[in-house]
């Protein structure tokens, strides 16, 4: 990346139930940071995007991962599992969104390596500002590796 | 003649079986009868042990096969913890989340009834996450229940104490602490079990009075017993055994708040660890909840030899 450009942060969003979805956007549009959001609703999807693979040819490599764990065909796990054992996908940052808060979720996420896991409020207001700190965090404080 | 008497007499008679003199005859009939009646013994034995063991083996088989029910029930006791943990809630936050964004987007083009009608909705949404949430606290008695182990009471409390911080000093309590115990225990559901008991004291006080709580300990015999005497409401007697049923609660939510469940998982801790808990009240004069748990047992001094 050249000092000076700025391309729009890749955002992957992994999430099945619509309504979330619906969520998350409203909440990124209230927040000051734009970005290109990215919506797969089963984990083989996202594993089809991350590789680039049948539908998603000409998918960007995402900065930022946004996973939740209930997922149709591939569970979240699964997906994160995948993720964190290949070489090239190990870099992206992944942030565990779910509405679990069962410690055994929380603690085998973190077994396999994900970079955070959030349990979704259930307050409106409180999940605007969940989605719209993990964009600061993970999209202005940190630096990211290079896009590969 | 009995065939083992007929070898007996063949190796060792100076006479052969069959010429048994007569002087003799009775005797050996009676020895052959004897020998007889011991088979015929031996055979009854024979048969009431087959017996005894194929109904050993039945019994066992009905343990192996209750152990086997257990256990799968203690699953799908977890397995329904889980569910609860995440299925149940989900819809529950989608529904909450969104009559919010209503209420946030058409503030305007709502009347008052119509915000009104919202918040009640919402509200009934909250509570039922709180009541799944208070559900799944009871499950995980069972489902996260961990061996017990000697644990010192004092530090437990002392987390305790950390974790109501926030409340005592809105209530401005007073929580007055005797000499505590080390007792057999899952330390995780000992600070639940204080916890849950200390909040209750708190929460049940007189109004305009500041709660002041009690903690002590007494040995009694191989236990330990704890008291939590508060000086708040009280309750009446009929409904000293009710408080302990799970969402049973005795006031309104307006009055106190909370789902009915804390009580029940004290119960329910209580009962794993083989202890009690019961409350000694008279209404208007404060309530005193009592359990026992097991003292640590003393190792028997055999003067160092190992």
Same mark, same amino acid.
């Given at each position: 990346?050249?000092?000076?450009?700025?391309?729009? %942060?890749?955002?992957?969003?992994?999430?099945?139930? %619509?309504?979330?979805?619906?969520?998350?956007?409203?909440?990124?549009?209230?927040?000051?940071?734009?970005?290109?959001?990215?919506?797969?609703?089963?984990?083989?999807?996202?594993?089809?995007?991350?590789?680039?693979?049948?539908?998603?040819?000409?998918?960007?490599?995402?900065?930022?991962?946004?996973?939740?764990?209930?997922?149709?065909?591939?569970?979240?796990?699964?997906?994160?599992?995948?993720?964190?054992?290949?070489?090239?996908?190990?870099?992206?940052?992944?942030?565990?969104?779910? /509405?679990?808060?069962?410690?055994?979720?929380?603690?085998?996420?973190?077994?396999?390596?994900?970079?955070?896991?959030?349990?979704? %409020?259930?307050?409106?207001?409180?999940?605007?500002?969940?989605?719209?700190?993990?964009?600061?965090?993970?999209?202005? /404080?940190?630096?990211?590796?290079?896009?590969? | 003649?009995?065939?083992?008497?007929?070898?007996?007499?063949?190796?060792?008679?100076? =006479?052969?079986?069959?010429?048994?003199?007569?002087?003799?005859?009775?005797?050996?009939? #009676?020895?052959?009868?004897?020998?007889?009646?011991?088979?015929?013994?031996?055979?009854?034995?024979?048969?009431?042990?087959?017996?005894?063991?194929?109904?050993? &083996?039945?019994?066992?088989?009905?343990?192996?096969?209750?152990?086997?029910?257990?256990?799968?029930?203690?699953?799908?006791?977890?397995?329904? #913890?889980?569910?609860?943990?995440?299925?149940?809630?989900?819809?529950?936050?989608?529904?909450?989340?969104?009559?919010?964004?209503?209420?946030?987007?058409?503030?305007?083009?709502?009347?008052?009834?119509?915000?009104?009608?919202?918040?009640?909705?919402?509200?009934?949404?909250?509570?039922?996450?709180?009541?799944?949430?208070?559900?799944?606290?009871?499950?995980?008695?069972?489902?996260? #229940?961990?061996?017990?182990?000697?644990?010192?009471?004092?530090?437990?409390?002392?987390?305790?104490?950390?974790?109501?911080?926030?409340?005592?000093?809105?209530?401005?309590?007073?929580?007055?602490?005797?000499?505590?115990?080390?007792?057999?225990? *899952?330390?995780?559901?000992?600070?639940?079990?204080?916890?849950?008991?200390?909040?209750?004291?708190?929460?049940?006080?007189?109004?305009?009075?500041? @709660?002041?709580?009690?903690?002590?300990?007494?040995?009694?015999?191989?236990?330990?017993?704890?008291?939590?005497? *508060?000086?708040?409401?009280?309750?009446?007697?009929?409904?000293?055994?009710?408080?302990?049923?799970?969402?049973?609660?005795?006031?309104?939510?307006?009055?106190?708040?909370?789902?009915?469940?804390?009580? #029940?998982?004290? &119960?329910?801790?209580?009962?794993?660890?083989?202890?009690?808990?019961?409350?000694?009240?008279?209404?208007?004069?404060?309530?005193? =909840?009592?359990?026992?748990?097991?003292?640590? @047992?003393?190792? @028997?001094?055999?003067?160092?030899?190992?």
């Amino acid at each position: 990346m050249k000092p000076g450009v700025r391309p729009l %942060p890749e955002v992957l969003l992994v999430e099945d139930n %619509p309504a979330d979805v619906r969520l998350t956007r409203e909440a990124m549009k209230e927040g000051k940071i734009d970005s290109n959001l990215h919506v797969v609703g089963d984990g083989q999807a996202a594993l089809d995007f991350l590789r680039r693979r049948g539908a998603h040819e000409q998918a960007p490599r995402p900065d930022l991962i946004l996973l939740d764990l209930n997922l149709p065909k591939k569970s979240g796990r699964e997906v994160l599992a995948e993720i964190k054992k290949d070489k090239e996908l190990r870099t992206i940052p992944v942030v565990v969104l779910s /509405t679990s808060r069962a410690d055994e979720d929380v603690a085998g996420c973190y077994q396999l390596h994900a970079n955070c896991f959030i349990s979704k %409020p259930a307050d409106l207001d409180q999940f605007v500002d969940v989605v719209q700190r993990i964009e600061t965090f993970w999209l202005r /404080t940190v630096n990211l590796p290079e896009r590969g | 003649m009995h065939q083992l008497l007929r070898r007996q007499l063949k190796k060792h008679a100076p =006479f052969g079986p069959d010429e048994v003199p007569d002087e003799l005859s009775a005797l050996l009939e #009676a020895v052959g009868a004897a020998y007889e009646q011991a088979d015929f013994d031996r055979g009854v034995l024979e048969r009431s042990l087959d017996l005894s063991t194929a109904e050993l &083996k039945e019994k066992n088989a009905v343990i192996e096969e209750q152990k086997t029910d257990l256990v799968r029930s203690n699953d799908e006791l977890a397995q329904f #913890a889980y569910v609860a943990s995440h299925d149940l809630q989900e819809p529950l936050r989608t529904v909450q989340s969104y009559l919010q964004l209503v209420k946030k987007r058409y503030a305007e083009k709502l009347d008052r009834d119509g915000a009104e009608f919202i918040d009640f909705a919402v509200e009934g949404a909250t509570r039922m996450r709180a009541l799944i949430e208070s559900l799944l606290e009871y499950a995980r008695v069972t489902s996260r #229940a961990k061996p017990l182990e000697a644990t010192a009471v004092d530090p437990v409390f002392d987390e305790v104490l950390l974790a109501l911080a926030a409340r005592v000093a809105e209530e401005q309590a007073r929580i007055v602490r005797g000499v505590l115990p080390t007792v057999m225990a *899952d330390r995780r559901q000992l600070a639940q079990l204080l916890q849950n008991l200390l909040a209750n004291a708190l929460k049940f006080h007189k109004k305009g009075v500041n @709660p002041v709580v009690h903690v002590d300990a007494e040995r009694r015999g191989d236990e330990w017993l704890v008291r939590v005497k *508060d000086e708040g409401i009280g309750l009446a007697s009929e409904h000293r055994e009710k408080i302990f049923a799970i969402f049973q609660r005795l006031h309104s939510r307006d009055e106190y708040e909370g789902t009915g469940v804390g009580l #029940a998982v004290c &119960k329910k801790i209580l009962e794993r660890h083989g202890g009690k808990l019961w409350v000694e009240s008279t209404p208007g004069e404060g309530a005193t =909840f009592c359990f026992t748990l097991q003292a640590v @047992p003393e190792l @028997p001094d055999d003067g160092g030899a190992s």
